[in-house]
Nanobody
Framework: VQLQAFGGGLVQAGGSLRLSCAAS????????MGWFRQAPGKEREWVAS????????YYADSVKGRFIIDRNNAKNSVYLQMNSLKAEDTAVYYC???????????WGQGTLVTVSS
């Protein structure tokens, strides 16, 4: 499956953004999906993930209560709603897919999120 993420941009602290990731070339519902991010000078870190049916989702402590991951299998898409954004959320965000959670085999190109303080 090929992944394309979009929706990044510049937002003020406290604002919101919704990232989208469109999948093609595979059976989307066969994949768990996730979001990672990489800030300048830092390693890539896991942000959130969701199982194949969308019934279970998981979050890093740093975004819990502010970010929401969801998916629409009919539209072959996964989303990341980001609220109450902070300067430290500034990063390139990547969507990823895998046969099961935490076994990520496919990566999309990143989309840059910049939060101004």
């Amino acid at each position: 499956v090929q992944l394309q993420a979009f929706g990044g941009g510049l937002v003020q602290a406290g604002g919101s953004l919704r990232l989208s990731c469109a999948a093609s070339g595979g059976t989307f519902s066969n994949y768990a999906m996730g979001w990672f991010r990489q800030a300048p000078g830092k390693e890539r870190e896991w942000v959130a993930s969701i199982n194949r049916s969308g019934s279970n989702n998981y979050y890093a402590d740093s975004v819990k209560g502010r970010f929401i991951i969801d998916r629409n299998n009919a539209k072959n898409s996964v989303y990341l709603q980001m609220n109450s954004l902070k300067a430290e959320d500034t990063a390139v965000y990547y969507c990823t897919a895998g046969p099961i959670l935490a076994r990520w085999t496919q990566w999309g190109q990143g989309t840059l999120v910049t939060v101004s303080s």
